[in-house]
């Protein structure tokens, strides 16, 4: 696992959007995983800025982003408005899992099926919250499980309920499993913040434990992290 010290949020929204570019530019074509959360949201401005200023349209780029809230669409619109709306990407070509869906389950079965027809994710860009979990894989999930749809803790709760003013907080989400993502062939990991400081340890520790979910990038060949100050703060 590779760390990339950065001092702030900027730095890392900054670095983060670099190497996001980096990935792009070049390719005739790319799978991106994203996440949704405070931390990736300096990045998605920059790789806005990017695209405006390099005249580069994501036209070749295709995004499966991580989850979504059940009976929700607070993520759908978060990538709309923080990103999509910026990048000129066909809308087709931008995956969410369906948290209306009637049918869960099925929903989960159809999202493992659209990343493999895309061929799996080339680049999975990872947030961490504050309790270790990676999507919404909740501390004890499966090392091995697939899309599923998961009864969010307390932590995770409390942790978000800052971004439902206007709705009531789902308690519900429908989320990639870890072995969907630690199929993807490469991992950046965002931590930003003291709050992360614990599980950022953990993570380091090197050694694998389910009740810290990010420990299982331990797993995974090829993994950058890239964390500020505050979340370094207890290596
Ligand atoms: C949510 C998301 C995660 C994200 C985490 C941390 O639970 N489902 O994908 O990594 O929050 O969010 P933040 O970046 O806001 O701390």
Known sequence: MRLIKVSDEEELSRMAAEYVFSEIKNADRVVLGLATGRTPLGMYRYLSKYSKEYKLLFSHVHTVNLDEYVGSRAYHAYMQENFFDHIGIPINQ????????????????????????????????????????????????DFSSR??????????????????????????????????????????????????ANAVKELFKGSLNENIPATVLNHHPSVT???????????
């Open 225 to 235: 992290v890239i964390a500020d100050r505050g979340a370094r703060s207890l290596l």
């Open 94 to 141: 931008t995956h969410l899992p369906d948290g209306e869906a009637l049918d869960l389950e099925r929903e989960c079965k159809r999202y493992e099926e659209v990343i493999q027809q895309l061929s799996g994710i080339d680049l999975q860009v990872l947030g961490i919250g504050e309790n270790g979990h990676i999507g919404f894989n909740e501390p004890g999930t």
């Open 147 to 196: 899309t599923h749809v998961v009864e969010l803790t307390e932590s995770t709760l409390s942790a978000n309920a800052k971004y439902f003013t206007h709705e009531k907080q789902p308690q519900k989400a429908i989320t990639m499993g870890i072995g969907t993502i630690l199929e993807s062939k490469e991992i950046l990991l965002l931590a930003a913040g003291v709050k992360k």
